[in-house]
């Protein structure tokens, strides 16, 4: 019994080294999943969690670009300019709420899917849109914008991947932010790139980019 104690008790600095390793090696990937600026995830950390959302016929994805960003940074500064883009990601965390997921793509553009349980998603993102066009607090009050929104229930195509939902919500922002609107539903498709004369190869649009 002796022998059995003394052999637990030398592999236990050799368990608990392990222990450690596997704990900071999971805090280093899910770091790297994190945007260091917003606290959202990345498009890799992002594109995980959506493509299993979107298993639920409830998923709605949804695509969002801060308008004249580049017109805030020149104006007032890129920390005016961060502290826009971590309010944005706050308040679009918040709505989507714990059952869905938000991520920073990149620059100005953030994406989602949230569930739509109660089929009031246009509601709902009307209201978001008014949340995202609230003036950041503590900050300069003449820092305005908005942010488009363009978005699409995966029940309507069904059969389409995160990659090809995204890109319908990418041609419904651009035609949102194209006409002012603020929101979008796609619904035509690419017929949306066409009528809203959108750019074939956008800087920092997600078409093609994120994988399914």
């Known amino acids: 019994m002796s022998a059995l104690v003394t052999v637990v008790l030398s592999t236990l600095p050799l368990a608990a080294g392990w222990a450690v390793h596997v704990h900071w090696l999971h805090r280093c990937l899910s770091t790297a999943r994190r945007d260091p600026l917003t ?44 502290a826009l883009l971590k309010a944005t990601a706050d308040r679009l965390a918040h709505h989507v709420g714990r059952p869905g997921v938000a991520g920073r793509l990149g620059g100005d553009e ?17 209201v978001l849109h008014r949340v995202l066009a609230r003036p950041v607090d503590g900050q300069d009050p003449a820092v305005r914008t908005t942010v488009s929104l363009g978005w699409v229930r995966a029940a309507d195509f069904p059969g389409e991947d995160l990659s090809a939902l995204l890109r319908r919500a990418d041609e419904a922002m651009y035609a949102a932010k194209q006409a002012c609107t603020g929101t979008r539903r796609a619904g035509l498709g690419r017929l949306f790139a066409t009528l809203a004369g959108r750019r074939a190869g956008r800087p920092g649009a997600p078409v093609g980019a994120v994988p399914a």
Do not use: I, Y
């Not at 498009?43 to 995980?48: A, E, L, N, P, Q």
């Not at 953030?110 to 009307?126: H, P």
């Open 110 to 126: 953030f994406a989602a899917v949230l569930l739509d349980e109660d089929g009031t998603a246009a509601d709902r993102l009307a």
């Open 39 to 82: 606290g959202l995830r990345t498009r890799d950390g992002f594109t995980r969690r959506a493509a299993a959302l979107l298993r639920d016929p409830r998923a709605v994805v949804v695509l969002a670009d801060v308008d004249r960003f580049k017109q805030v940074n020149d104006t007032f500064g890129h920390a005016a300019g961060d």
